[in-house]
């Protein structure tokens, strides 16, 4: 029996990397989005220019959930390289569509899936005389088959070309005759439409389809970053383009063409976290976008920047690791490296956003405690979030927001006779006031090392002031704590002993195995940490709870970990539930893991009746 | 106590410059290098050409990077904020200062450890980049702190102080500056501050990557027999290309030439520096020919000191970038934050 389904499955493209598929896969996405139905997209592709297979999915989800599912209920095979495996992969009683130009013996096809030929490459060779042509117009043929095949309204798709192509209208028409080929192709040669199809919904409302280094980036402009200083890795290079492009258009005078930013492509990543380091310094709001390996590289910088306490902010997009690792694929296992950068007792700051939204506003957060606690603030993306599209409430900006510049003591405060001591902590918060180079004719300079020294900024190696100074730093931290984003709270529908804790990119994925679980009698009170260091209700949580999971995409538990250092919690108390294959971590997978591992908790008064 | 600062009594006729501050304001903490080490004439050459300039002190900012010659930005400049940051790397917090204030007036000291070896890729870009800067390497040839390893600056065949030979190829800065695209480029040598001191004025100048590589002995490790870096051997093997004095838009100061020797340049800014041509015919505008005298005098075992290059239609980082006139670190929410409207607009175009 074929898989019927409206608005509720998994499509999946398998394509050549180069062959002009994204943009074609993308008009496709966005065709179901304007019809109003949310979708969940991901890219998984290699880290090749040219030649090698990737495969570009879409999650069609009526309900709206964002997470990976995991399998596919139909596969546009059109990369030969992978088409056996690409078949094996559909789910029984799923859809092949296939570029049937070349014949395929029929034992290559599977019996439990229903098939689709279409011989697209014949169809474009007496369509277009070039090759080029013919290769990019076969995506747009296909994106018109899958609009018949799938009930997807053609002009919708035809008003996405124009929008697309605005500017370059010689392409409008070629593409459009494209498309309308594949559809009307498709009509005649299948049964349209197939038990998985569209149907207009309003599930989509005002929210936005937008990649998390391009949100990121948008955040940083609105924090106020001027400083910019990078070196190109995957998955963050986009992160720093598009802080690029943004500027180009809103921060360039239209008269003078004057640039309020400036960005430099540094000669590697220490050069690069120098940069944002010498910027922080001089009280320029700077930031670094990059990624595991660079995050290697900046270990001694960041350790200065946290003894010096320069304000510095690092997007860290993560990537599957150790070493050159996974480079196009997800994980979140640059934790602890982060949360401990560099040699000697150090503690950082950490944000992790779990969706571009979120990207937006910790990416300007980020700029105001950096200058607030004067200290390396992390970002922590994944190249899930990253460099993939999705749907995110609206980004948000409240104008009467002041930049947060922390303490900087000024010429009029100096002018005034203020007691100015560097690592003087007045307040009691643990953080100190800074002087920004220039500030006053005779007062207010100082030496910044990375040697120890006193209160004053004098060097020295005495055991005291060096205690003292370390000490003072441990409180800053614990002022943080204040500071940064406290942890979500979902509560089950029910009173429940197990509790999950889970952050960043696991939130889409996590919110539908708890809404699976809580089906199947399974309730989870869901804990969705937002920084580092944890506020107190973490603790708070992890002591209400009896079992409590530990949700991560790295294989050695590393949040655990640091929720064991900084609470002082039982390691028995913390079961890890880990995802590291690379993929995005699904519903399917935790909600397969917490059933399996919560017998026992799920449903405890049901059982004290039955005993 | 490791820290030694210098007592701020003043003798009330004491002379000062423009901007009534005496040569005293521009000293900083008491040196704790060895005595007679050529880094400390090096900061006294700084500290006098500051004074002389009238430079407002705290409108420069000083950075280094670790070793010797790194520490003695403490010994300077007292009233100006100060950086002392990591192994090799002043190069780009300089660079990420310059972009936050392009007010201030950058000075990079560094030495040839920190230059040469661990710091030569972020030497490099900041030439390459044309970093608004002065850019000293007080060379000595050798690791003073670590007591006597030879620093990639030291000659083929120069001895150790335990009287290894060194085997490898030096590194020379000045050659790799005029190579790198620095707009000046300058070698001096600790023990001429009559020299030096000029040439600190002139690149402070000088709007662009500036660069002064300065022999600067080590009287602990590397000022022995045998040694290339020692006193003795560059007073005797020293080729000065030109004797330079520096102006600065007041009366120039009279001095001893022979006619038809010297040339009187005018500067961008309004400043003049005055050439004198001294042991070769060397042309400072000719990047092929600055290259070639420092080949040539190398290859003899002579030490080419003076203006090797200057570029006066120099473009720095800034220019390159048009970047606001104002600072970047004194701009507001006005001035960076697009706010809610252009958000709504960015907003729309993502559905």
Known sequence: MPIQSVNDFVIRFANVNGSGSAS???LFARSILRMGVPIAPRNIFPSNIQGLPTWYEVRVTGDGHLGARGGADMMVAMNPQTFEKDIASIEPGGYLFYDSSRPIPATKLRADVTTLAMPLTDICAKEYREPRQRQLFKNIVYVGALAALLDIEVDVVEKLIGEQFKGKDKLIAPNLRALRLGYEDAKRRFECPLGIRIRRSDAVGGRIFVEGNFAAALGAVYGGATVCAWYPITPSTSLAEAFERNCARLRTDRQTGEKRYAIVQAEDEIAAIGVVVGAGWNGARAFTATSGPGISLMQEFLGLAYFAEIPTVVFDVQRGGPSTGMPTRTQQSDILVCAFASHGDTKHVLLLPEDPGEAFDFGALAFDLADRLQTPVFVMLDLDIGMNSHLCAPFRWDDSRKFDRGKVMTFEDLEAGRDFGRYLDVDGDGVPYRTIPGAHPTRGAFFTRGTSRDRYAKY???????????????????????????????????????GVIYYG??????????????????????????????????????????????????????????????????????????????????ARFIRREIAARSRGFAAPLARETVS | MTF??????????????????????????????????????????????????????????????????????????????????????????LTGANLANRDLLYLGVSGDGDTASIGLGQFAHAMRRGVDMVYIVENNGVYGLTKGQFSATSDKGSKSKKGVDNLDSPIDLAAMAVQLGATFVARSFSGDKAQLTPLVKAAFEHRGAAFIDVISPCVAFNNHEGSTKSFDYVREHNIALNRLDFISGRPPIEVDYEEGTSETVALHDGSTIRLRKLAADHDWRDRAAALAVLEKHRADG??????????????????????????????????????????EAINAGLR
């Open chain 1, 24 to 26: 074609a896969n993308l």
């Open chain 1, 460 to 498: 020295t190696e005495e055991g005291g002031p060096y205690v003292d100074n370390m000490e003072r730093l441990l409180k800053k931290y614990d002022t943080a704590r204040k500071l940064v984003p406290h942890a979500e709270f979902h509560r089950a529908a029910k009173a429940t002993r197990i």
């Open chain 1, 505 to 586: 990119s696991t939130s889409g994925a996590m919110d539908e195995a708890v809404e699976l679980l809580a089906a199947e009698g399974v309730h989870v009170d869901a804990l969705r940490l937002r920084a580092v260091p944890f506020g107190a209700e973490v603790g708070e949580f992890i002591a209400a709870h009896e079992q409590v999971f530990v949700v991560e995409q790295n294989r050695d538990a590393q949040m655990r970990t640091l929720l064991i250092a900084d609470l002082g919690v039982d390691p028995a108390q913390l079961a890890p539930i880990l995802h590291f294959d690379g993929s995005p971590i699904t």
């Open chain 2, 4 to 93: 030694l600062p210098k007592p701020k009594f003043h003798h009330p006729a004491l002379q000062v410059n423009a901007l009534g501050f005496t040569h005293r304001d521009y000293e900083g903490a008491i040196s704790t290098l060895c005595a007679g080490c050529g880094h400390d004439s090096i900061s006294a050459a700084i500290i006098h050409a500051c004074y002389e300039l009238s430079l407002p002190p705290h409108r420069i900012a000083k950075l280094s990077g670790i070793g010797c010659s790194s520490k003695t930005p403490t010994y300077m400049l007292g009233q100006s904020h100060g950086f002392n940051s990591v192994h090799g790397r002043m190069p780009s917090v």
């Open chain 2, 302 to 343: 002579e030490v080419v000191t003076g203006l090797i290059y200057l570029n006066d239609d120099a473009i720095d980082l800034h220019a390159r970038l048009r970047t606001a006139k104002k600072p970047l670190n004194s701009l507001g929410e006005a001035e960076l934050c697009p706010g809610s409207k252009a958000l």
